[in-house]
């Protein structure tokens, strides 16, 4: 048996099988792909490329951010769900869990590179060096009492020289994604706690009570100084350009596209880039992610061909076409151990959580 012969037998059982499930949808040639906005382009670009040099059709992509991305991936085995999701963060156990339930059992998972999470402003605003205590104290729902004392009060900053009297007397004003989106994940993760961590007290009640820590060092305040722009970062840079006193959080690849109209606000006096970020010197700096769902390979038409561009050396490589959109590349041994990974369609096992 010649190996077309397996591959279309191999398809026809896969399909089968499918079938089988309840719910599934009519049978469809182009590959279905959600999840993260920061990750969309880059898994845009290659989508295109893969549309234009292959039989294959064009995958569509939607940008339903990470969180968003993960729920609709996990609902199920069928046509109707997506068979990749993108993720500007690591999958979450919980959202593992959920996959399982729902009998979503086997999942590669690829890291693709590195994305700087950039905090910015319009260029005709002033220059502005911040640290991650200062996002703490700017956005966080609660902050330590000014007066010093050991105790939290309800968010009392309305300027960034009440927060820190070396920064602008600016209202604060920081426009950014939704709780859905995987940079607002990475952004409570790295800043807002990162800066909580800076206070002995605080961080040591991480290891007294977990949940009670993450509600403190991970909430962002909800009286207007925090501005949610909806999963769309272009939106963002809209939003700086025609508000100047106004800073803006999303991805370093987004930055890089847009010099013209914003520039980076340093943290601690470093500057995202490339460097700064795959070195980890950039506090900010993220994995990005996607995740396929092995179930639907050979029954959606193209999924290993994607797969096999996205982790190719023209793609992701130091001196690939994604590095044009501000991927910065992992190093050549993570590239190999995840391109081997996606290759070969590895599932997880749950131990990455552990």
């Given at each position: 048996m ?5 591959a279309?037998l191999?398809g026809?059982?896969a ?9 599934t949808?009519?049978a ?8 993260s906005?920061?990750v969309?382009?880059f ?7 893969f549309?234009?040099n292959?039989?294959?059709?064009t ?5 339903t ?10 609902q199920?085995?069928?046509l ?17 869990e959920l996959?399982q ?8 998972e ?11 402003n319009s260029?005709?605003a ?8 200062d996002?703490f ?8 009492n000014?007066?010093?004392?050991e105790e ?13 009297p070396?920064l602008?007397n ?5 426009v950014?994604p ?10 409570n993760?790295?800043g807002?706690?990162g ?6 007290w605080l961080?040591a009640?991480?290891s ?6 993450k ?8 009286d207007?100084?925090y ?5 769309n ?5 809209q939003?700086l350009e ?20 914003v520039?980076?606000?340093t943290i ?5 880039g ?10 900010m700096s993220?994995?990005?992610?996607f995740?396929?769902?092995k179930a639907h390979?050979?029954v959606?038409p193209?999924?290993?061909g994607?797969?096999?561009e ?7 490589g ?12 992992s190093a050549?041994?993570e590239?190999?151990?995840w391109?081997?990974?996606a290759?070969?369609l ?7 959580f552990?």
């Open positions: 010649n190996f077309k012969m397996k279309t191999a026809a059982a399909a089968l099988a499918m079938a089988s499930v309840p719910g949808a009519m469809r040639d182009t590959i279905s792909i959600v999840g906005s920061t969309y382009p898994a845009t670009v290659v989508a295109e490329r549309g234009r292959t039989d294959f059709a995958p569509k992509i939607e940008s951010g990470s969180g968003g991305g993960m729920k609709l991936f996990c199920g085995v069928g109707q769900h997506p068979d990749v999701t993108n993720a500007s963060r690591r999958m979450k156990s919980s959202e593992f996959c339930k729902n009998g979503v059992k086997e999942i590669t690829v890291q693709i590179g590195y994305d700087g999470l950039a905090v910015a260029v005709k002033k220059d502005m060096d911040i640290s991650l205590r996002l104290l700017a956005l966080a729902k609660e902050v330590p000014p007066n010093g004392k939290l009060v309800a968010n009392p900053y309305k300027t960034w020289k009440e927060v820190n070396a602008p600016v209202k604060i004003e920081v950014g939704p709780p859905t989106s995987g940079t607002r994940d990475s952004f993760e790295l807002i706690e800066g909580c961590k800076t206070f002995p961080k009640m991480k007294e009570d977990k949940s009670k820590y509600a403190v060092c991970r909430s962002i305040r909800e207007g100084a501005v949610e722009a909806g999963e970062d272009n939106l963002i840079v939003k025609s508000n100047p006193s106004a800073v803006g959080v999303f991805g370093y690849s987004f930055l890089e596209e847009n010099t013209s109209i520039k980076p606000v601690g006096g470093v500057a995202p490339p460097e700064t970020v795959s070195s980890g010197e950039y506090p993220r994995s990005m992610f995740y396929v769902k390979v050979g959606v193209g999924i290993e994607y797969v096999k996205f982790t190719s050396e023209r793609a992701w130091n001196d690939g076409y994604l590095v044009e959109k501000g991927l910065i590349p050549d041994s590239r190999e151990k391109g081997k990974q290759k070969n590895q599932p997880m096992t749950g131990k990455e552990k």
